[in-house]
C-alpha cells in the first residue's frame, strides 16, 4: 500500500477525492499525514472527519524558504512517504524539498500545461477566448507548473462562461484524474523518460482523457 503525504492550503477538495478513492478501495494508498501551510485551511476538517494525522507548517515561522521546506521534508520522511501530492498548496517548491523525492511528487493544476501555468489559470483561459483547456496531473519540478505531464482532461469553454462556471466543471475532472495517477503510482506503472510520463499498460489516444481512466 502506497504511502502518501499530502500538502494543502485550502479547501481540500482535491484532498477529498483522494480520500474517497481510498475509502472506496480504488485507490490502493494510505495518507500518513496531510501538511498545511495554512492554519484556517478548511482540508484540516477534512482530516479531523477521517481522522487523518495533519500538521500545520506555516511559512513565516521559518527565516527561510529552505528551512521551512527542511520542516516539511522532515515530517514526511518521519512519516516513510513514498509519494508526496500536492493538492492545492499554494507554495513553489524549490530543491531543497524536490531533491528528497525525486520523480515522486505531484500537482494539480487547472489548465492543459504547457498553456496558463501559475494563477487564475481558469479566469486567463476565458479572457484569453480559449475553446478547449483542462487540467494535468504532472511531475512536479523546479518551474512553476512545467513539470512532465502524467495525464490531461479536456474541458471545453463555452461563450457563456465565466471563471467560475468553468472552474466548477474542471474540478469534476480533477477530482478524477488526480486519484487515478495516485492509483497508477501505487501500481508501480509510472515511468519518467526525460520530460515525458509512460504509464505502462495504460490506453493513450482517448479524449477527454489522455491517457484513459481506468477506475474513476
Not at 478548511?42 to 511559512?59: E, F, G, N, T
Not at 515525458?196 to 477506475?215: C, D, M, Q
Amino acid at each position: 500500500m502506497l504511502r502518501l503525504g499530502v500538502l494543502v492550503s485550502g479547501r481540500g477538495s482535491n484532498l477529498q477525492a483522494i480520500i474517497d478513492g481510498i475509502e472506496a478501495r480504488k485507490v490502493d494508498a494510505r495518507i500518513r499525514v496531510v501538511i498545511s501551510d495554512n492554519p484556517k485551511a478548511y482540508a484540516l476538517d477534512r482530516c479531523k472527519r477521517h481522522r487523518i494525522p495533519a500538521r500545520v507548517v506555516s511559512r513565516e515561522d521559518f527565516p527561510s524558504r529552505e528551512e521551512f521546506e527542511r520542516r516539511i521534508v522532515s515530517i514526511l520522511k518521519e512519516e516513510e512517504v513514498e509519494l508526496v501530492v500536492l493538492a492545492g498548496f499554494m507554495r513553489i517548491l524549490g530543491r531543497t524539498f524536490l531533491s528528497e523525492f525525486p520523480n515522486r511528487v505531484i500537482n494539480i493544476h487547472p489548465a492543459l500545461i504547457p498553456a496558463f501555468q501559475g494563477l487564475h489559470a481558469q479566469r486567463r483561459a476565458v479572457e484569453f477566448g480559449a475553446k478547449i483547456t483542462g487540467c494535468s496531473v504532472h511531475i512536479v519540478d523546479e518551474s512553476v507548473d512545467g513539470g512532465p505531464v502524467i495525464v490531461q482532461a479536456a474541458v471545453p469553454v463555452l461563450p457563456e462562461d465565466t471563471e467560475g462556471t468553468l472552474s466548477d466543471r474542471i474540478l469534476k475532472f480533477e477530482h478524477r484524474i488526480l486519484p487515478q495517477a495516485v492509483q497508477w503510482f501505487a501500481e508501480g506503472r509510472v515511468r519518467v523518460e526525460g520530460r515525458r510520463v509512460i504509464v505502462e499498460g495504460a490506453r493513450y489516444g482517448t479524449l477527454p482523457v489522455n491517457p484513459e481512466l481506468e477506475k474513476f
